[in-house]
């Protein structure tokens, strides 16, 4: 169950936006919310995204599709030398020469975990995936320039099926 996404440097997006699906502290009817054990917040069933024209918003899911993309495909669809899907803003030359962020939490078998990862057009800078199966933070990986993976133990949801962590990334 997704819970928020987020996305720095990609297209129209120059600063860190996020699409959450935390119901807010408004009296929302709780008959309409999801709850989870994993987090003490309600969920909510959908969103909308609005906004005027050339806001953001078909940007907003690229980015979540692009994302989804280089999780499921960059390492078996891409030539080690070929170029990965990157968008950068374009209005900053400091953003294009810059990485773009993907994040996202989500809830798999009742745990919650925070993924993302930084990467640039021609690599992946930084990798992470956190997870927090009794509310408190462990990291299940880190991968960065320097640091070579140290793997866990195989993560439970692999196993049976195909949020944001504390601060910002890893």
Known sequence: MLLRFGVTNYRSIKSSQELSMIASSLDDDP???????????????????????????????????????????????????????????????????????????????????????EQTRKTFNREWLYSFPSGSRRKSFLITPTSPPKWRKPLPYLKKSHGRGEGDGP
Request: charged share 15%.
């Open 31 to 117: 008959l309409s919310l999801i709850e989870n054990s994993a987090i003490k917040e309600n969920i909510l069933p959908f969103v909308v995204i609005y906004g005027s024209n050339a806001s953001g918003k078909s940007n907003l899911l690229h980015s979540l599709n692009d994302m989804r993309w280089s999780v499921l495909f960059s390492h078996s669809r891409n030539e080690p030398s070929a170029n990965l899907p990157f968008n950068p803003f374009a209005l900053d030359p400091d953003c294009l020469e810059g990485a773009t962020v993907f994040d996202i939490d989500f809830v798999v078998n009742g745990v919650r975990y925070h993924y993302g990862f």
